[in-house]
């Protein structure tokens, strides 16, 4: 009965985004959850989405259902976008799912389906839903520190599954070199393990190339893996749940049987995802025009994460933050320090040390490098 169920576990996240607005004071600051916002503190909608939107509106003519897949010219276009590569491209598959989350949450399905016994290797400090996600699925996850993922495949098994980020990561704002790619892609080739790719924050570091090369280097050299593609950072489309889940591998009967699977799954979970995102972004990248403005006001997005960054590093005399990457920052501040900047400056983050760069206006950097220095040490 409902009544004998388990208490619910409270996302700390979601919990502490409530708290803030719920905050009176009018300087607060919230750099808890994900989202780009401007210097006004709005999280806007980008130019290039709005003309899709208005020329989808103009051309609407059905809400029908779409189908268990969702957009397939989302998905292949998507695909295209962040493969570059032909010979990539034939070797994948996959539907549309509900954003990024929703697209962890089908591979993990997948992964637990095809290899119930199998292990997923995490790196930590992680995103704060990765290990949620794989529980749920009911997979059964390792831990190991992110940076030492080479050390971590050497007691991986065949079979197991290795869970890491495309780029900017969250909470760290690392980026593997590139070296460390192909030594990584040699490691899970010879050990058997499948990589299962989170991708959902290119284009916010040093730029959509660069950001996707060391993927695009591990998947040419893999004979398979899975990758979640989030729709929701390079387009703004936060509240359209927009994103895809690809399976890439050599044997065209395993991607085909992988691809019947995650419809299988979802049918039984959601049935069919949104339409009007992948819509969207089908527009955007189908009109090369629509595509160079997107392609422009992505690059003005990252170029503002970099100049908070570095602002923020030169204020605080810590050049080492300058070297991360993408739309979140790390802090050397414990809980404690944390709890302050929000009980004494209303500067919201993680007890991690983890904020969203993106919230911070401009005018503000002083504000938040002085309360930063207030409870350091």
Known sequence: MLLTAPSPTVDPLWQLTADCARDTRPDRLDLIVGVYRDDAGVAPVMGAVREAERRLAERAGSKAYVGLGGNERFTRMTTALLFADAGLESRTDGIQAVAGTGALRLLADLLAATGPDRTVHLGTPAYVNHQAILTAAGLRVATHPVRDVLTAMDQARPGDVLLLQGCCHNPTGWNMPAPMWDELAAALTRRGVVPFIDQAYFGLGDGLTEDLDGMRRLLRAVPDAVVAVSASKAWSLYSERTGCALVVSDDPARRGQARALLENIARASYSQPPAHGAAIVEEILGDPALAAGWHGELSAMRARLTTLRDGLAGRLGLP??????????????????????????????????????????????????????????
Do not use: H, K, S, W
């Open 320 to 377: 080492g933050l300058a070297e991360q990457r993408g739309m979140f920052l790390t802090l050397p501040l414990d809980a404690a320090a944390m709890r302050r900047l929000t009980t004494e400056f209303a500067v919201y983050g993680l007890p991690t040390g983890r904020i969203n760069l993106a919230g911070i206006p401009a005018p503000r950097l002083d504000d938040v490098a002085t309360a930063i220095r207030a409870v350091t040490g």
